[in-house]
């Protein structure tokens, strides 16, 4: 199976890059909501991907849903407002680094418990291509075409990390 089945996601969709696989991931995405009992669609959505595919998650949730913008790794595109109208949607951001700031020490907390999990063998940080800094930019071709399986990581320096 897939990374994220293997965690436990009830569907992995992939959603592509250009607007006919926007179409058929909208396509997918209704029909996986129906196949497990929400014909109307999706009660929530969270979106680290924004850019042109917005239009088409917009689609996908039921009326009253909500869309939680927590990224925008395609880049930004205008959000229509009359879709959310039509919709009765909400559309909310959520940007980690200012509750970070604003709650240092929940966060440091986080943190201490994240690092016990890996320390103790409960969790696995994955990073399935690592490259050096002169081929970064290999690095972002995969992460651009979606073929990373994991995280993609640019190493700066040979200098080993404790994790």
């Not at 986080?110 to 320390?119: A, G, L, V, Y």
């Amino acid at each position: 199976g897939t990374l994220p089945s293997m965690a436990g996601a009830d569907k992995v969709l992939a959603y592509g890059r250009d607007k006919e696989s926007h179409k058929q991931f909208k396509k997918e995405v209704k029909a996986a909501a129906a196949e497990m009992g929400h014909p109307e669609g999706a009660s929530l959505i969270v979106d680290v991907v924004h850019g042109e595919l917005f239009q088409s998650l917009l689609s996908c949730i039921k009326p009253l849903g909500k869309i939680c913008l927590v990224g925008f790794a395609a880049g930004q595109s205008s959000i229509r407002p009359g879709l959310l109208l039509i919709k009765e949607a909400m559309v909310v951001g959520s940007l980690w680094g200012r509750w970070a700031r604003e709650n240092p020490v929940l966060f440091r907390n986080n943190m201490n418990e994240i690092f016990d999990f890996m320390s103790d063998g409960k969790i696995e940080p994955r990073a399935d291509s690592i490259f050096p800094l002169e081929d970064s930019i290999k690095a972002f071709e995969l992460f651009e075409a979606n073929k990373g399986r994991g995280n993609t990581v640019v190493k700066f320096s040979s200098r080993q990390s404790k994790l």
